[in-house]
């Protein structure tokens, strides 16, 4: 019981250290967000405090998320329109929900392909996978992980290699496919 007191201890100062440092970050994105000078900016940032929030406040994810995807839209920002419905897609397969956030990476995609930008349609294939993978549905997690493994050795993206290569892993052991 003493050996596990440290322990516990130390996992509860990391939880606590953590949680202030990302409150502290943030803090910063909202600053930086309010002082923008355009709206090119602002929409990057209002992704950014998306993500901060995903594992922390879904629901201020989803928030902000929202906003991304409203002045992508005003602006007609094609990139942030795709970064917000990935960002949704990723909060909601968070919740649980995730025939909605399959539809948001469907429109993500499309606009992606549509735009010729193989970038940002790598990582909707990414999340792709993940999600179907998540769903349980290898034989739709497979081929959009390994399009995005493909896609990261060619373009020479090894943290994103990693990613897919981790992803298959798991969906192989999950499934035994």
């Not at 949704?88 to 469907?106: D, E, F, P, V």
Request: proline share 2%.
């Amino acid at each position: 019981m003493y050996r596990l007191l440290p322990f516990l201890l130390v996992c509860l100062l990391s939880g606590h250290l953590f949680a202030q440092t990302q409150e502290a970050r943030v803090s910063k994105l909202k600053s930086a967000w309010r002082s923008a000078a355009d709206d090119q900016t602002r929409v990057r940032l209002l992704g950014e405090i998306s993500y901060a929030y995903l594992w922390t406040d879904p629901d201020s994810a989803i928030h902000y998320a929202q906003e991304q995807l409203s002045l992508a839209l005003r602006g007609k920002n094609r990139e942030q329109e795709i970064m917000a419905y990935k960002n949704l897609a990723n909060t909601l397969n968070l919740k649980g929900m995730t025939q909605s956030a399959l539809q948001y990476l469907i429109q993500g995609l499309r606009i992606a392909e549509a735009l010729g930008n193989d970038s940002l349609s790598n990582i909707i294939y990414a999340g792709m996978g993940s999600l179907y993978a998540d769903m349980g549905n290898t034989t739709e997690a497979v081929p959009y992980l390994m399009r995005s493994l493909n896609w990261s050795l060619k373009t020479g993206n090894k943290v994103q290699a990693c990613h897919d290569r981790v992803n298959l892993g798991i969906t192989d052991q999950q499934f035994g496919q």
